[in-house]
T-cell receptor
């Protein structure tokens, strides 16, 4: 079984301050992990992915995430928030079983608000 | 623009009706995924097709069905619609098991 927990449903930060969106996961298999962003009335856009290479993953728009196996976490960070970062963010775990079946599980999302 | 297209953009229909949502994947992508996003259920994986064959099933109701055609476009059929089926339906595509690229979605409203 696998699951994803996004620890905060809403996060508000001031423009220019750091962003931290938290994600914990559980998986019976070696997972791949993703962060997606969804702007209002838009589809989901891939921010970054972890697929068992480097544990610190850099994505688009200055975002990065660190895979910590011991903590089963994959938190998303950005040093300095921009107004355009206001959106919904989803942490996703993907596992492929020994039988080759693929299973994706989405977190419930974190709404990021940027305060001018 | 992800390269994944979905039609229609909006759909309004009545309870008990049947609708078909269409998805064209990115050029070269063999996998197509369908998702439902609603306020109360969040983003739920429905079903995946790979090169015309069903590959994985998620929380898809029996009233819903999908298929992928030889040209790789996919259709999601929703029948006996209920108010609770009102949601955003997303299609995504990928190369084999690579990262998924999402379409803009179809907003379904059931009255």
């Amino acid at each position: 079984a696998q699951s994803v927990t996004q620890l905060d449903s809403h996060v508000s930060v001031s423009e220019g301050t750091p962003v931290l969106l938290r994600c914990n996961y559980s998986s019976s298999y070696s997972p791949s992990l993703f962060w997606y962003v969804q702007h209002p009335n838009k589809g989901l856009q891939l921010l970054l992915k972890y697929t068992s290479a480097a544990t610190l993953v850099k994505g688009i728009n200055g975002f990065e995430a660190e895979f910590k196996k011991s903590e089963t976490s994959f938190h998303l960070t950005k040093p300095s928030a921009h107004m355009s970062d206001a959106a919904e963010y989803f942490c996703v775990v993907r596992a492929i079983s020994n039988f080759g079946n693929e299973k994706l599980t989405f977190g419930t999302g974190t709404r990021l608000t940027i305060i001018p | 623009d992800s390269g994944v297209t979905q039609t229609p953009k909006h759909l309004i229909t009545a309870t008990g009706q049947r609708v078909t949502l269409r998805c064209s994947p990115r050029s070269g992508d063999l996998s197509v995924y369908w998702y439902q996003q609603s306020l109360d259920q969040g983003l739920q994986f429905l079903i995946q097709y790979y090169n015309g064959e069903e590959r994985a099933k998620g929380n898809i109701l029996e009233r819903f069905s999908a298929q992928q055609f030889p040209d790789l476009h996919s259709e999601l059929n929703l029948s006996s619609l209920e108010l609770g089926d009102s949601a955003l339906y997303f299609c995504a595509s990928s190369v084999a098991r690579g990262e998924q690229f999402f379409g803009p979605g179809t907003r379904l409203t059931v009255l």
